[in-house]
C-alpha cells in the first residue's frame, strides 16, 4: 500500500500570502497520478489537481500542482477567503487507492 | 456534466442492514466507473471500491471487502452500497464518486455526491 503523508498538518497564513502543502508518498508515484481536492466543512470534496500539476475545470489559476517520483507540492498563489479548508492529495494507480491524511489551511 | 444525488441520512441499530444510493444524473452510468469513500468523523477519506455498473465488474478494497456490497442498478441509473449488519465503526460519512472516463479504475475522482451520513446507535 501507498502511505502518502502530507505537511504540514495544519498551516496557519493569513489572506494574500502563498500558501505551500506537501505530499510525500511512501514509493514512487508517476505523476499522472496524483491528485489533490480540497473539502470545506459540511461539503463533499472537491477536485483541484489531477496529473500532479492540471488544474480540474473551473478551479482558478492561483491553484497549481507540481512534483515528481516521491514528492509532490500544491500551491496557492496569494490566498483567497475561501481557499482555508482541508486539502487532501492522492495516489490513484496503485490497490488500494491512497489518500494523504489531510492539510488544515486556517486562516491566521 | 455529470452529478450524483445520494440518498438521504440513515440512523440505524447495530445489526440492522442498510442500503444507500446514488443516483448518477448524465449519459454515461453504464461506462462510468463509480466508487464510495469512507469518511469517519473529524477523520480523513478513505477509498471503499468501485464498480463498472456495465458488467457490474467490482473492485473492493481489501480494508473493506466482505463487509459492504457494491451493487448498480442501469435501468435506473443507481449505484448502492449496503451493510448486512451495521457496527459502530460505520458511523461515518459515505461519498460516492465518477471517475473520469478514459482510463479505467486508473483515473482520479472527478465528480462527487453530497454524501449520506449513516449513523449507528443503539
Redesign the interface.
Given at each position: 500500500e501507498i502511505v502518502l503523508t502530507q505537511s504540514p498538518g495544519t498551516l496557519s497564513l493569513s489572506p494574500g500570502e502563498r500558501a505551500t502543502l506537501s505530499c510525500r508518498a511512501s514509493q514512487s508515484v508517476n505523476s499522472i497520478?496524483l491528485?489533490w481536492?480540497q473539502q470545506k466543512p459540511g461539503q463533499?470534496?472537491?477536485?483541484l489537481i489531477?496529473?500532479a500539476s492540471n488544474r480540474?475545470t473551473g478551479i482558478p489559476d492561483r491553484f497549481s500542482g507540481s512534483g515528481s517520483g516521491t514528492d509532490f507540492t500544491l500551491t496557492i498563489s496569494r490566498l483567497e477567503p475561501e481557499d482555508f479548508a482541508v486539502y487532501?492529495c492522492?495516489q490513484?494507480?496503485s490497490?488500494?487507492?491512497?489518500?494523504?491524511?489531510?492539510t488544515k489551511l486556517e486562516i491566521k | 456534466e455529470v452529478q450524483l444525488v445520494q440518498s438521504g441520512a440513515e440512523l440505524k441499530k447495530p445489526g440492522e442492514s442498510l442500503k444507500i444510493s446514488c443516483k448518477f444524473h448524465g449519459n454515461t452510468f453504464s461506462t462510468s466507473w463509480i466508487g464510495w469513500?469512507r469518511q469517519m468523523p473529524g477523520k480523513?477519506?478513505?477509498?471503499m471500491g468501485f464498480i463498472y455498473p456495465g458488467d457490474s465488474d467490482t473492485?473492493y478494497?481489501?480494508?473493506f471487502r466482505g463487509q459492504v456490497t457494491l451493487s448498480a442498478d442501469k435501468s435506473i441509473d443507481t449505484a448502492y452500497l449496503q451493510w448486512s449488519s451495521l457496527g459502530a465503526s460505520d458511523n461515518a460519512m459515505y461519498?460516492c464518486v465518477r471517475l473520469?472516463p478514459g482510463s479505467g479504475?486508473?483515473?482520479?475522482?472527478?465528480?462527487?455526491?453530497?454524501?449520506t451520513l449513516v449513523t449507528v446507535s443503539s
Open positions: 497520478y491528485a481536492y463533499a470534496p472537491r477536485l489531477y496529473g480540474a487532501y492522492q490513484y494507480v490497490s488500494p487507492r491512497t489518500f494523504g491524511q489531510g | 469513500v480523513g477519506l478513505e477509498w473492485r478494497n481489501p480494508s461519498f473520469a479504475t486508473s483515473s482520479y475522482f472527478e465528480s462527487w455526491g453530497q454524501g
